[in-house]
């Protein structure tokens, strides 16, 4: 069976068995079993009942544990998430593929311009600020 580590300075439960990759840390330790539960009996994962204690007992007891460290892993997590969400709205609006009023055609393109360039995550803060516009490739109509 696998085993799961976790960083002993900020607490990421997701890092290798070598280096924490949020901190650069190498106090890597294995994650006590009794923490542990299995998906379909081969696949661990933190067992999230106990997740709580494990941060309390293990995490922040740790002799090497940073509370600095802590709170940029975590404050870097939920700025991720922040935008993963962001960005699925994004890709969930896309996904409605727009029509050509015209010809009704679906062979629509996005036009951008000041998105161009900018960064993935710039473009999902910005862009619905952003008036779209698009181009029908059938027939050449901008809306
Ligand atoms: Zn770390
Ligand atoms: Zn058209």
Redesign the pocket.
């Known amino acids: 069976m696998g085993k799961l580590y976790y960083?002993t300075?900020?607490?990421?439960t997701k890092?290798g068995e070598k280096q924490?990759l949020?901190?650069?840390?190498c106090d890597i330790s294995p994650i006590p079993e009794k923490y542990i539960s299995y998906i379909a009996e081969t696949i661990p994962i933190l067992n999230k009942d106990l997740e709580n204690d494990f941060i309390k007992n293990v995490i922040k007891s740790s002799p090497n544990f940073d509370q600095s460290?802590w709170d940029r892993?975590v404050g870097y997590q939920e700025t991720r998430k922040h935008y993963d969400d962001i960005l699925r709205n994004e890709m969930e609006a896309q996904s409605h593929q727009p029509e050509c009023p015209t010809c009704h055609s679906k062979n629509v393109q996005r036009i951008s311009g000041l998105e161009r360039g900018a960064s993935i995550a710039v473009l999902g803060l910005f862009s619905k600020k952003i008036n779209k516009s698009f181009k029908c490739n059938n027939c050449g109509y901008t809306w």
Do not use: D, I, L, P
Request: glycine share 8%; hydrophobic share 15%.
């Open positions: 960083c300075k900020c607490g990421n890092t924490c949020m901190c650069q840390s460290a892993r």
